[in-house]
């Protein structure tokens, strides 16, 4: 088939290798992000380019411009793989066999642009990733396949995207190609009654309430790490924490937000119900440190309160 793959980064250049390498079909072009002044170059295109492939990057996939170079490669099948912008329907229906986009949850549920957080944020214990076919709607379309994955107890975005839902979702996009071509590729309608959709998971969204029960805000810290981290504050400053630990239920009498203990892995909060240990946290303008380090540089005390 000729096919022309849409997306960005590291995973959109990963489909293009895998197809590739496969040599079972011919990539006719590549449309991703236009340059930014700055900033290192797409992996995508730095993929296609290697390739000798044709790279398009348009400011708007909706303009006419754009729409008359997709169709102008006369593509049999269009791949999305991470895309962020509208694609106009001109483009989704224009291929021999439409197209074929990857979404990281299990659609219908968690429609949205932050769905590998909003899972883990809200304590699910599994999720998983859906090939569909894309339509007017956000994440609406029929699904081609799915794959489902456990959310371990400790798992946070970064391990739940980076050990399962990239490599598995890289797989999945080929097997899916590998259907369409052999004309196996089923159409299967989203039930509207089980579906779910949450927005961009914000900074304001990861600021922590530590009056809340210990395993929520675990769940927060979890959802939010690398990005957008959860937040507090500390002597009026914010204060963004990253890697932490669901302590044992102590029975404690502090107000929630009080630091209890100080030690090598960081320094335990009180919540709500138990605590929590803050293990690696950024301070604004500042890399990222131990937890430990933190408590030392800042001077904190057992009694000291966040939030």
């Known amino acids: 088939m000729r096919i022309v793959l849409i997306g960005q980064q590291a995973f959109g250049q990963s489909v293009l290798n895998t197809i ?3 040599g079972k079909d011919e990539v006719v ?7 930014q002044e700055g900033r290192r170059e797409d992996p995508l295109k730095a993929g296609a380019v290697e390739h000798d492939i044709p790279v398009f990057q348009p400011g708007r996939f909706r303009s006419d411009e754009a729409i008359e170079q997709f169709n102008g490669l006369s593509p049999d099948l269009c791949v ?3 895309v962020t912008d509208i694609v106009p329907m001109e483009m989704i229906n224009g291929p021999t066999h439409g197209t074929i986009q990857y979404h990281p949850s299990l659609l219908p549920l968690h429609r949205g642009p932050s769905s590998i957080n909003w899972p883990i944020i809200m304590g699910e214990e599994r999720t998983g ?3 569909f076919w894309p339509d007017e709607g956000l994440d609406t379309g029929p699904v081609l396949l799915q794959k489902e994955i456990e959310i371990g107890p400790d798992d946070t975005l970064g391990s739940v995207y980076f050990n399962h839902l990239y490599p598995m979702g890289v797989e999945a996009m080929i097997e899916s190609i590998d259907l369409v071509r052999d004309g196996n590729a089923p159409k299967i309608v989203q039930d509207e009654s089980k579906s779910t959709y949450e927005s961009w998971a914000k900074a304001k969204d990861g600021r922590i309430d530590w009056s809340l029960p210990a395993q929520q ?3 927060l810290i979890r959802g939010c790490n690398p990005q957008p981290g959860a937040s507090t504050t500390y002597d009026d400053e914010r204060l963004r924490i990253f890697d932490s630990g669901l302590c044992e239920s102590v029975d ?3 107000a929630p937000g009080t630091v209890i203990l100080l030690g090598e892995q ?3 909060v009180a919540t709500g119900d138990g605590t929590v240990m803050v293990k690696r946290v950024q301070r604004r303008g500042a890399k990222k440190e131990p937890a430990a380090e933190f408590a030392s540089t800042a001077g904190i005390k057992i009694g000291d309160h966040l939030g």
């Open 20 to 22: 590739l390498e496969a």
């Open 29 to 35: 072009g590549v449309f991703c992000s236009p340059d």
């Open 80 to 82: 999305m793989a991470y």
């Open 129 to 131: 990733l859906t090939i």
């Open 217 to 219: 805000i675990y769940n």
């Open 252 to 254: 404690t009498n502090a």
């Open 266 to 268: 960081g320094f335990e």
